[in-house]
């Protein structure tokens, strides 16, 4: 993913995504190579439901990517990982993407 390719909307996602510290642990967690849920929440010090909360972010935001694979002794096991991209935000990259923006919720018409 780079950011030059994205639409307001995404990178608005993406930036969201990123705006939490629980998040970013877990990107730089998953910065050497792909994990199995269970050993990042043990390495983040985070319960594994709060772990899949902020996990469902970062995939929304094209950040992560889960695979489930079966276990040599048939149990399922979910591994992520981090997706490659680049952020490179500018006044001109914010200024082409701009028209792709959605309307805020609480801008009020004005007749």
């Known amino acids: 993913m780079d950011s030059e390719d994205l639409t307001g ?5 993406v930036f969201a995504a990123l705006a939490n510290p629980h998040r970013l642990r877990i990107l730089g967690a998953l910065a050497d190579g ?7 929440a043990r390495q983040l010090g985070m319960s ?12 929304a935001a094209g950040l992560v990517a889960g695979e489930l ?4 002794e048939g ?3 979910k591994y992520f990982a981090a997706t490659p991209f680049s952020l ?13 923006l959605p309307e805020p919720a609480d801008r009020k018409e004005t007749d």
Do not use: C, D, F, G
Request: hydrophobic letters at 50%; glycine letters at 0%; zero cysteines.
């Open 34 to 40: 792909r994990q199995y849920v269970s050993l990042l």
């Open 88 to 100: 490179h935000v500018t006044p001109q990259a914010i200024k082409a993407i701009a028209p792709t």
């Open 75 to 77: 149990k399922a096991v």
């Open 69 to 72: 694979e079966l276990s040599e």
């Open 48 to 59: 594994r439901p709060l772990l899949h909360m902020h996990l469902q972010k970062l995939q």
């Open 9 to 13: 909307a995404e990178l608005l996602a």
